[in-house]
Every structure is written in structure tokens, then in C-alpha cells.
């Protein structure tokens, strides 16, 4: 099976809500993860990342956390929008081994105002 | 730079034929992924290829997928003779010097009847 995983496929929000949408992964190995969004007819477009020296890192309205002990990692989306509206994949991989990225099945985001 | 440019944006075929599916990566990135994505197997990869010389085929489906990178700014996706089950969006991706942060093009959506 895949090494990276989504908790929940769907996720529905209020606009101005705050979204989390998680990710588990399996291979202790990884040592960087991104998060990516794909909207519909689109390729994925890169959102953040993260390597495994650090447990947290945040960017425009966007927080990625890392939990190596549990293999977790998170996406938190503050003050949702309407546009925010997409499918997410988190994907891992191993940088030093030059391997490529391992992608999770998604998870939908509706935003409803 | 234009992105990651993919050709063409939809195809349909008829089961049997042969179908080639083209990637212009961005200049100067020296890694180009191949993934396959559909609703049940979510983003696989296909093929990946380092300096146009592939790394790893190993998600490649069967012998009648093969993927070419005669040069740095070029790659195809061959299916010969492509079948139903093929019927996917197929995208293409770089990145710079090692595999961490990759750049979709739009995709080619692929149908075979």
C-alpha cells in the first residue's frame, strides 16, 4: 500500500473557519513533506513544506506541523476562503536518496459562505 | 519561465491505438516525474528520470508504457496499444538539482473508448 495516508477524504467548512487536514505516514525514513493543491483541472500547485528537523513552519495564512513521534503531519488553513477550495495531498519523500515524492489519495476541502 | 508545459490538454483514443503524451519540463530543473491520477489510485508515479536518465520505472504499469528524455527540455509518455483501464490524468513534473519540491504541468487527460 501507499506509505502516506489521509485521515478523512472530505472535509466542509464555514468560510472564516479554521481547517485542519491531516496526514499520516509511514516511512520513518522520510525526512521532507510538502502539502499541495489541486484544483479542479489543474496540476498540483506547491502550498509548503517541511523537512523533519523542524516541527512546525508557517506561511501565509498556512501552518504545517510535524509530529515524527506519531508519523503525523497537519495542515491548518486560517480564516478559510472560498477559494481555498480544492483537493490536498501531502506527499514525503527521502531528499538525500534523491528518491521522488510519494503522494497520499487527498482530501476535498469545501468552503461554504 | 512558462512552467511545466504538457500536450496535449485531452486526448481520446481508441482502445489499441498508440498514444503519446509530451512534457517540456522547466529550464534548468534536472529531475522530470511521470504520475498517473485517478479517483481510486490517487497520484502514482510513473517514471522518474535525473539528468534525462531514468532513475526509476518501477510504478511504470506493464510493457506497454515507456517513457523517453532524448534531451533536457523534452520527454514523451508512450502507451502502445492502450486500453480502457489507461484512462487517467496523466501529469508531468520537475524539480530543481534534487527531488524535493516538484512542478506540475496542467496535466493531459487521457481517454481511451
Known amino acids: 500500500g501507499e506509505s502516506v495516508g489521509l485521515h478523512l477524504p472530505t472535509l466542509s467548512v464555514q468560510e472564516g473557519d479554521n481547517s485542519i487536514i491531516n496526514c499520516a505516514y509511514s516511512n520513518s525514513a522520510s525526512d521532507y513533506f510538502i502539502w499541495y493543491k489541486q484544483e479542479s483541472g489543474k496540476g498540483p500547485q506547491f502550498i509548503i513544506d517541511?523537512?523533519?528537523?523542524?516541527d512546525k513552519r508557517q506561511g501565509q495564512r498556512v501552518t504545517v506541523l510535524l509530529n515524527k513521534t506519531v508519523k503525523h503531519l497537519s495542515l491548518q488553513i486560517a480564516a478559510t476562503q472560498p477559494g481555498d477550495s480544492a483537493v490536498y495531498f501531502c506527499?514525503?519523500?527521502?531528499?538525500?536518496?534523491?528518491?521522488?515524492?510519494?503522494f497520499g489519495k487527498g482530501t476535498t476541502l469545501s468552503v461554504s459562505s | 519561465d512558462a512552467g511545466v508545459i504538457q500536450s496535449p490538454r485531452h486526448e481520446v483514443t481508441e482502445m489499441g491505438q498508440e498514444v503519446t503524451l509530451r512534457c517540456k519540463p522547466i529550464s534548468g530543473h534536472d529531475y522530470l516525474f511521470w504520475y498517473r491520477q485517478t479517483m481510486m489510485r490517487g497520484l502514482e508515479l510513473l517514471i522518474y528520470?535525473?539528468?534525462?536518465?531514468?532513475?526509476?520505472d518501477s510504478g511504470m504499469p506493464e510493457d506497454r508504457f515507456s517513457a523517453k528524455m532524448p534531451n533536457a527540455s523534452f520527454s514523451t509518455l508512450k502507451i502502445q496499444p492502450s486500453e480502457p483501464r489507461d484512462s487517467a490524468v496523466y501529469f508531468c513534473?520537475?524539480?530543481?538539482?534534487?527531488?524535493?519540491?516538484?512542478?506540475f504541468g496542467q496535466g493531459t487527460r487521457l481517454t481511451v473508448v
Open positions: 506527499a514525503e519523500n527521502m531528499s538525500q536518496a534523491g528518491t521522488a515524492l510519494i
Open positions: 517541511i523537512r523533519s528537523n523542524m
Open positions: 513534473a520537475s524539480s530543481l538539482d534534487r527531488p524535493l519540491e516538484a512542478f
Open positions: 528520470f535525473n539528468n534525462n536518465v531514468p532513475i526509476d
